[in-house]
């Protein structure tokens, strides 16, 4: 598949505002994904967005898209210990399966 | 509880052996995929199924093999032929109406 490329690593403050961003190359891209992952487990799909959307927001957790850069990002707000993790974003591609990125470990700090 | 359940949780083998990593899934789910993660690697996809007794190869099929004889059962089987198998297994699987993939909790395979 395609590309999808995430930082490796943030740190923010607890309460702080987390930004996560993700660039993907395919064009043809009909959903994307951001999934977490704590230690040791599997991943948890915490939302997504279909590609004609620019914006999705659920709780504490809003998806921006923005199809012509093919920029993703995900904001936490109010981002709490039990936040920290790695999160992946994924595209995924008609006819076959996700594209990953290699996921950024967000740790947050009291 | 409706999931996706693997086991076992950890998984010990002595190089040379052929292991067999169960996935099963009671969603009704149609497609399930195999993945295998490495640490700073993100995950590829090793086999796919999109339908009982179909199944494709992934980025980096070499060295394992899949059966679907149940919708509900996608077991992996990691050969002796795969040089570097040590890695933890995810398996997920979706409903092709809007392909959203859930994982379950993954499987630890260490060769020793």
């Known amino acids: 598949g395609e590309d999808v490329e995430q930082s490796l690593f943030l740190s923010v403050r607890e309460g702080d505002s987390s930004v996560i961003n993700c660039t993907y190359t395919d064009s043809s891209s009909t959903y994307l994904y951001w999934y977490k992952q704590e230690p040791g487990a599997g991943l948890q799909l915490l939302t997504y967005i279909f590609s004609n959307m620019d914006m999705k927001q659920d709780q504490r957790l809003t998806v921006l898209l923005n199809k012509k850069d093919k920029h993703l990002s995900l904001r936490i707000a109010d981002t709490q210990t039990g936040d920290s993790a790695i999160y992946f974003c994924?595209?995924?591609?008609?006819?076959?399966?996700?594209?990953f990125g290699k996921g950024t470990s967000l740790l947050v700090t009291p | 509880d409706g999931g996706i359940t693997q086991s076992p949780k950890y998984l010990f083998r002595k190089e040379g052996q052929n292991v067999t990593l169960s996935c099963e899934q009671n969603l009704n789910h149609d497609a399930m995929y195999w993945y295998r993660q490495d640490p700073g690697q993100g995950l590829r996809l090793i086999y796919y199924s999109q339908i009982v007794n179909d199944f494709q190869k992934g980025d980096i099929a070499e060295g394992y093999s899949v059966s679907r004889e149940k919708k509900e059962s996608f077991p992996l089987t990691v050969t002796s032929a795969q040089k570097n198998p040590t890695a933890f297994y995810l398996c997920?699987?979706?409903?092709?109406?809007?392909?959203?993939?859930?994982f379950g909790p993954g499987t630890r395979l260490t060769v020793l």
């Open positions: 997920a699987s979706s409903m092709p109406a809007t392909d959203t993939q859930y």
């Open positions: 994924a595209d995924l591609v008609p006819g076959y399966a996700l594209n």
